[in-house]
């Protein structure tokens, strides 16, 4: 298994303003991926990012304003960049380990106000 | 249409009864899985099946490959199992297809 913390585990930020999301593993993973769940919605792909590479983006997602780092086996982070009240979501980690098993971080409940 | 449909949308039921869920999927397939969603937001993996049938204390959940249907069944429902299902397909082009979830309510 795999154990996931994220952080912060909600925020409410203003229009304009950016936020960094952390998310943590407590084993070294090859793939983490990032997902964004709208209100009312199911799980979207944001991007997946593998160490030592750049992220690689979904349709409809890009880098300048979802950055996203990825400085070691254990830990990425998301940027939510000059959010406005669409990127109102929750926002979740998760990677991939034995085989096709994925494990899931709490989320990041984002308002964006 | 949706790569991975499911049914129904809603679904309120008394404690103690059996539950289903059902997940259709068009795209190929490499692994699926159930996933369960409180009202936290946290995501919880509860099977992940490529065939056949896995049982997990009152969880039961069934793949058919060659109809592409599985099912999530909840027996001897309680209140603690209210919360949103989804399904998801993982394709061989390692891209996750997600369903737009069942939300259960279960009623003491």
């Known amino acids: 298994s795999a154990v996931i913390s994220q952080k912060p585990s909600r925020d409410i930020c203003q229009r304009g303003t950016s936020l960094t999301i952390q998310c943590q593993v407590d084993s070294q993973v090859t793939m983490m991926f990032w997902y964004r769940q709208q209100p009312g919605q199911s799980l979207t792909l944001i991007a997946t990012?593998?160490?030592?590479?750049?992220?690689?983006?979904e349709s409809g997602f890009v880098i300048d304003k979802f950055p996203i780092s990825r400085p070691n086996l254990t830990f990425s982070t998301l940027t939510v960049s000059n959010m406005s009240p669409e990127d109102s979501s929750i926002y979740l980690c998760?990677?991939?380990?034995?085989?096709?098993?994925?494990?899931f971080g709490p989320g990041t409940r984002l308002t964006v106000t | 249409k949706n790569e991975v449909e499911q049914s129904p949308q809603n679904l309120t039921a008394q404690e103690g009864e059996f539950i289903t869920i059902n997940c259709s999927y068009s795209?190929?397939?490499?692994?699926l899985h159930w996933l369960q969603q409180h009202p936290g937001g946290g995501i919880v993996s509860l099977f992940m099946l490529s065939s056949g049938k896995k049982k997990h204390g009152r969880l039961i959940a069934t793949i058919n490959i060659q109809e592409k249907h599985s099912s999530l069944h909840i027996t001897a429902s309680h209140p603690r199992d209210s919360a949103v299902y989804i399904c998801?397909?993982?394709?061989?082009?390692?891209?996750?297809?997600f369903g737009t979830g069942t939300s259960l309510t279960v009623i003491p």
């Open positions: 795209v190929g397939i490499s692994a």
């Open positions: 998801a397909v993982y394709s061989p082009g390692n891209q996750f297809y």
């Open positions: 998760s990677v991939e380990r034995d085989g096709y098993e994925q494990y």
């Open positions: 990012a593998n160490q030592g590479s750049e992220a690689t983006y």
